[in-house]
């Protein structure tokens, strides 16, 4: 499985960004996915997750309530809707998949294998 993630930038405190993470190279429809981020001198940590029905998210408590993750599996696309952007949201976002399909989303970077590249988002006070 092959992700290559995009939509980072620089944005305003309180502005809105939408990151997408196209997939190849595997089932998608059949995995669940997440979105990671990471600050500089901080480790990755879990920011939301799908499963592979769509009929299941989760969400760490610094975004809830301002992201949304979401997922096309006609595209092999899964998209994180990010709105209220704080300064403390500015980090490399990384889309991952697990090892195998139909596994439930599990909030921890051991968890999956398959990672993107990641795309700098940056918010500015």
């Known amino acids: 499985v092959q992700l290559q993630a995009s939509g980072g930038g620089l944005v305003q405190a309180g502005g809105s960004l939408r990151l997408s993470c196209a997939a190849s190279?595997?089932?998608?429809?059949?995995?669940?996915m997440g979105w990671f981020r990471q600050a500089p001198g901080k480790e990755r940590e879990f920011v939301a997750g799908?499963?592979?029905?769509?009929?299941?998210?989760y969400y760490a408590d610094s975004v809830k309530g301002r992201c949304t993750i979401s997922r096309d599996n006609a595209k092999n696309t899964v998209y994180l809707q990010m709105n209220s952007l704080k300064p403390e949201d500015t980090a490399v976002y990384y889309c991952?998949?697990?090892?195998?399909?139909?596994?439930?989303?599990?909030?921890?970077?051991?968890?999956?294998?398959?990672w993107g590249q990641g795309t700098l988002v940056t918010v500015s006070s």
């Open positions: 991952a998949a697990p090892n195998n399909p139909y596994t439930v989303v599990v909030p921890t970077t051991r968890s999956y294998i398959y």
């Open positions: 190279g595997g089932t998608f429809s059949t995995y669940s």
């Open positions: 799908i499963n592979w029905s769509a009929s299941a998210t």
